[in-house]
């Protein structure tokens, strides 16, 4: 199966401060999701991108299939981004998700 | 979107026994999946609830250990039969709509076995 990477896996920001998060993949994806898991566990779908750009607020995604990545941008961020974000994808006709490693983010006032 | 609930949210249980987690879906899902999530980690796929047939399982997982039902299209439930404490882990429901392609969770059942 495909193996996924993200980096960083830990981050510490400042309020407002903005940040990247990326996913690497061994192979080439086409379904790629991002994730946010908040301190109490629950999973949030933030973006599906297969490739391209998206928006939602302060967070924004890019996939770049042919290179075989993503990156998750935060901008101006708040206590409530803190968590774990995970990138998530499939190959070929497989129905398989595999989640990367997860990045944790903390975000302190 | 699917709104997904699940049951129980957490539960200790005692070496040797069962513990059936439930997963109802707000609306008809092609996919259901149930995953687990070791403390610190990363999902890791357990398997894909067929509505009608057996489940597929991943590598390392067993319909013997993990026995799963998934009678209609808006409901599944996962069993973790034989507990040991190295069960102990957060299990999460998801699934997929018509197109398979995001895919939404359950709050998870934090499992404590002692």
């Known amino acids: 199966g495909i193996q996924v990477e993200q980096s960083p896996p830990d981050l510490i920001l400042q309020e407002g401060a903005n940040s990247t998060l990326r996913c690497n993949f061994s192979d080439s994806v086409n379904n790629l999701q991002w994730f946010h898991q908040n301190p109490w566990g629950q999973l949030i779908n933030l973006f599906y991108?297969?490739?391209g750009t998206k928006q939602n607020g302060r967070l924004s995604a890019t996939t770049v299939a042919t290179e075989r990545y993503s990156l998750l941008y935060i901008s101006s961020s708040q206590t409530t981004d803190s968590g774990v974000y995970f990138c998530?994808?499939?190959?070929?006709?497989?129905?398989?998700?595999?989640f990367g490693t997860g990045t944790k983010l903390q975000v302190i006032p | 979107s699917a709104v997904i609930s699940q049951k129980p949210s957490r539960d200790i249980c005692q070496r040797g026994t069962s513990l059936t987690i439930q997963c109802q879906v707000d609306?008809?899902?092609?996919?259901m999946f149930w995953y687990r999530q070791q403390p610190g980690q990363s999902l890791t796929l357990i398997a894909t609830a067929n509505q009608g047939s057996e489940a597929t399982y991943e590598s390392g997982f067993v319909i013997d250990k993990f026995p799963i039902s998934r009678p209609n299209l808006t409901f599944s439930t996962l069993t973790v039969s034989n507990m040991s404490p190295e069960d102990s882990s957060i299990y999460l429901c998801s699934a997929s709509t018509a197109g398979g392609e995001k895919l939404f969770f359950g709050s998870g059942t934090q499992l404590s076995v002692l």
């Open positions: 609306s008809q899902v092609t996919m």
């Open positions: 998530a994808g499939k190959t070929g006709g497989y129905q398989k998700v595999t």
């Open positions: 991108i297969p490739s």
